[in-house]
């Protein structure tokens, strides 16, 4: 069987090196092969740009290099897909080859797309990217004060973002002693500060008790850069010396260019996570158009039934789990305080009131995350 | 030409059904028809208050069985 992953974030990486593991025998005896192509050689651990937007972590902590994350048994190229050929069960690559498969899983991810609203790119911050996330901190730093708002877009990843930026951006100017020159102002797309209710619930006498004000059903139109106004989709405009933005994202453009699925977003199985029409294609993480969060949590969870079902195919002839739904997001409610969200299709996140042991179970994770992407937790 | 779509957000918490309807009226044409469903019974209130405050145009709402069937037609 040739199983090939298409994409070396959390999700391909887990499904790669947990297929390795549970297909040894297989790949010992040249039953089995595992390719994984992606468009870098580094591998970055993203939730890590948050801290980096405060200081708090240095770039070069994110990343490892791919091939030490790997079991060596994977055959790793960085050489990013250009076509997907999927009436033929093959791609081709950047360099021109041809790869063919038995077994396709796509994760490939998602990007941020502020050039989409006029103005976005230029007039706000954001810490979506190494480099931006560097701005951010950079202007963070000069901002003496002033209106600060802050922007959401749709979809974007990590859905629990929004409130932990806002409570870290509280506890910054804090600790610089200029709070109380800062306005905060948090916008929202639906009407409560947080898609999950819970979470609203809790952040809202929040947000009242470290003086934000909130605006919901706020859905970014367009930014005056000139005049430093943010506007609505929904006809309200608001006022900001610092713009702070979690932008959109879509899928990759060759996931759109392709027309495998709108938006970059490919049709999926819920629960068996494979294509649309395809049975031999899977898809995980960011890529799919499932109604979850686009986070590292829900790839990783997607990665262990995709690995369990490929394997149990080419052992037995069927596949064995299906996905539930499971997300699991740390939520970190300033510089020294955390809780976190944990649910599936069938229920609803129980939030528990956020306490100094989970802030540091989260700095643990951030070490730990490269255990968990090796397979190994 | 003016398209139907369906949106299945059942027995989902995040980023939740009204996030969902957000993202695929981004990706649709003025005109275009695109039918929610929710098991959420907050749905119901939320999707009609978005729509009437942003503009589009809500067609039909009602609930079949345990399912929310919210229907809207993008108009800018």
């Known amino acids: 069987m040739r199983i090939l992953v298409v994409g070396g974030g959390t999700g391909g990486t887990i499904v790669a090196n947990n297929l390795a593991r549970r297909l040894a025998g297989e790949i010992r005896?040249?039953?089995?092969?595992i390719t994984m192509l992606s468009a870098s050689d580094r591998h970055m651990y993203q939730p890590g740009l948050l801290y980096v937007a405060f200081?708090?972590?240095?770039?070069?902590?994110?990343y490892r290099d791919q091939a030490s994350l790997l079991e060596t048994c994977i055959d790793f190229h960085v050489d990013p897909v250009e076509q997907f050929q999927l009436d033929q069960n093959q791609v081709r690559t950047k360099s021109g080859r041809i790869h063919e498969y038995d077994v396709l899983v796509i994760a490939t991810g998602s990007r941020i797309v502020p050039e989409e609203i006029p103005g976005l790119a230029e007039g706000a911050e954001t810490f979506y990217t190494e480099e931006s996330a560097v701005k951010m901190f950079k202007s963070l730093r000069e901002f003496q004060g002033g209106k600060l708002a802050i922007v959401v877009g749709v979809p974007h990843k990590c859905p629990i973002a929004p409130v932990e930026v806002t409570f870290a951006l509280h506890d910054y100017?804090?600790?610089?002693?200029?709070r109380d020159k800062v306005e905060m102002k948090y916008h929202y797309p639906i009407n409560r500060i947080h898609s999950i209710e819970n979470v609203a619930k809790w952040a809202k006498p929040e947000f009242d008790r470290i003086g934000v004000e909130y605006e919901t059903l706020f859905n970014v139109k367009e930014v005056?850069?000139?005049?430093?106004?943010?506007?609505?989709?929904?006809?309200?405009?608001?006022?900001?010396?610092?713009?702070?933005?979690?932008?959109?994202?879509?899928?990759?453009?060759?996931?759109?260019?392709d027309k495998l699925g709108v938006g970059g977003w490919i049709p999926t199985d819920r629960h068996q996570l494979t294509m649309e029409g395809h049975d031999n294609v899977y898809v995980l993480g960011d890529t799919t158009n499932l109604p979850v969060s686009k986070t590292g949590s829900a790839a990783h969870f997607e990665a262990e039934v995709v690995a369990e079902n490929i394997a149990s195919i080419m052992k037995i002839g069927a596949p064995v789990r299906e996905y539930d739904g499971k997300v699991y997001c740390f939520i970190e409610a300033g510089h020294d305080r955390a809780t976190y969200a944990m649910f599936n299709y069938k229920n609803p996140p129980d939030l528990k009131p956020p306490n100094k042991s989970m802030h540091w179970f989260k700095m643990s994770y951030n070490q730990m995350y490269w255990t968990s992407v090796r397979g190994l937790l | 030409m003016s398209e139907s779509k369906i949106i299945d957000a059942c027995n989902t918490y995040c980023p939740g059904p009204l996030m969902e309807l957000i993202t695929y009226m981004k990706q649709a044409k003025v005109g275009d028809t695109l039918e929610l469903l929710s098991t959420d019974n907050g749905t119901a209130n939320d999707v009609?208050?978005?729509?009437?405050?942003?503009?589009?145009?809500?067609v039909s709402s009602e609930k079949v069985g345990e399912v929310w069937h919210l229907k809207v037609r993008k108009t800018k």
């Open chain 1, 29 to 33: 005896a040249r039953k089995a092969r």
């Open chain 1, 55 to 62: 200081g708090q972590m240095m770039p070069d902590e994110l």
């Open chain 1, 173 to 178: 100017f804090k600790a610089r002693g200029i």
């Open chain 1, 224 to 257: 005056d850069v000139k005049n430093k106004i943010v506007k609505s989709e929904e006809g309200t405009e608001t006022e900001y010396d610092l713009l702070i933005s979690i932008p959109a994202h879509r899928g990759m453009e060759v996931i759109e260019k």
């Open chain 2, 48 to 58: 009609p208050e978005w729509i009437n405050k942003v503009g589009h145009e809500m």
